[in-house]
Structure formats: structure tokens, C-alpha cells
């Protein structure tokens, strides 16, 4: 399980669709920006790309666009466009692009700032865009 301290930027994208925070994790080259163009053409709203900004706000886990970073997409080949932004949002699920699933039903979690939060492992999933917008339209996992 990964542990984050305290507030932190970190190699990450941010996307909040349906009202439920997404953080996508991973190395450059991973596919973040990818998924979160995905998520973004089909409704989402960035809240942001390559870095982003955690910190825990009244026991809630946040996310948010470095200063320092432009309020757009970058995406291989075309460059940086301008998506819809918001300030920040809440995080409901983290994928993590870097890790396979080791697991038919996931079931994972990774705790972030002492708050553990469902995880999602992202590396070779196929429809995970998919996934992710059917899970956040229509509310999230079912305990078995």
C-alpha cells in the first residue's frame, strides 16, 4: 500500500466526472494524460494534468492544479488544449496506471494522507475509460 504525507505534488492527472474525483497515477508515458482525455471527451472536467497538488482539507482528500502548470490537456502528437477546468476536487478513486491487477474483482485500496481510498490498477485494463464512467454515473462498487 502507498503512503503520501502531508500536502504533496505529485507526478499525477486529475479528472472530476459525474462529481466524483479521479486521480490517475503513473509515470510519464503511462497513459494519464490518455485517460483523462477519455473521461474528458466524454463529459469529465479536468482538474488537472501531469502534477497534481493533494492535500487533506476537514479529513477530506484533495486534489488541485499546481499553480505553476497550465490549465490544459497535453496529449502526444497535438500538444495542449484547452479543456473544461475546475479549481479542485475530492478523491473517490485512484488508478494507478503503473500497476496490473492481480485480482478478477479488484477490491483494492491504497491509503492516502491516513485515508484509504478504492484503487483501481490500471496497467493493461481494457475499457478502463469505460469502466470509469459507467462506475462514477452509477455509484461506484458493490461490496461482495
Given at each position: 500500500m502507498k503512503h503520501i504525507h502531508k500536502t504533496k505534488t505529485i507526478h499525477a492527472s486529475g479528472v472530476c466526472f459525474e462529481n466524483k474525483g479521479i486521480l490517475i497515477l503513473g509515470k510519464s508515458g503511462s497513459g494519464k494524460s490518455s485517460l483523462a482525455l477519455s473521461l474528458v471527451a466524454n463529459g469529465g472536467q479536468l482538474v488537472c494534468d501531469d502534477?497534481?497538488?493533494?492535500?487533506?482539507?476537514?479529513?477530506?482528500?484533495m486534489m488541485a492544479k499546481p499553480p505553476s502548470l497550465p490549465g490544459a490537456l497535453e496529449v502526444r502528437g497535438l500538444g495542449l488544449i484547452s479543456v473544461p477546468l475546475i479549481k479542485e476536487a475530492r478523491i473517490d478513486l485512484v488508478i494507478d496506471m503503473e500497476l496490473t491487477s492481480d485480482s478478477r474483482l479488484g477490491g483494492h485500496k491504497m491509503e492516502l494522507f491516513g485515508v484509504e481510498t478504492p484503487c483501481v490498477k490500471g496497467q493493461n485494463f481494457?475499457?478502463?475509460?469505460?469502466?470509469?464512467?459507467?462506475?462514477?454515473k452509477y455509484g461506484g462498487f458493490l461490496d461482495l
Amino acid at each position: 500500500m502507498k503512503h503520501i504525507h502531508k500536502t504533496k505534488t505529485i507526478h499525477a492527472s486529475g479528472v472530476c466526472f459525474e462529481n466524483k474525483g479521479i486521480l490517475i497515477l503513473g509515470k510519464s508515458g503511462s497513459g494519464k494524460s490518455s485517460l483523462a482525455l477519455s473521461l474528458v471527451a466524454n463529459g469529465g472536467q479536468l482538474v488537472c494534468d501531469d502534477r497534481a497538488h493533494l492535500q487533506l482539507k476537514n479529513k477530506i482528500l484533495m486534489m488541485a492544479k499546481p499553480p505553476s502548470l497550465p490549465g490544459a490537456l497535453e496529449v502526444r502528437g497535438l500538444g495542449l488544449i484547452s479543456v473544461p477546468l475546475i479549481k479542485e476536487a475530492r478523491i473517490d478513486l485512484v488508478i494507478d496506471m503503473e500497476l496490473t491487477s492481480d485480482s478478477r474483482l479488484g477490491g483494492h485500496k491504497m491509503e492516502l494522507f491516513g485515508v484509504e481510498t478504492p484503487c483501481v490498477k490500471g496497467q493493461n485494463f481494457y475499457g478502463l475509460s469505460d469502466a470509469i464512467i459507467v462506475w462514477s454515473k452509477y455509484g461506484g462498487f458493490l461490496d461482495l
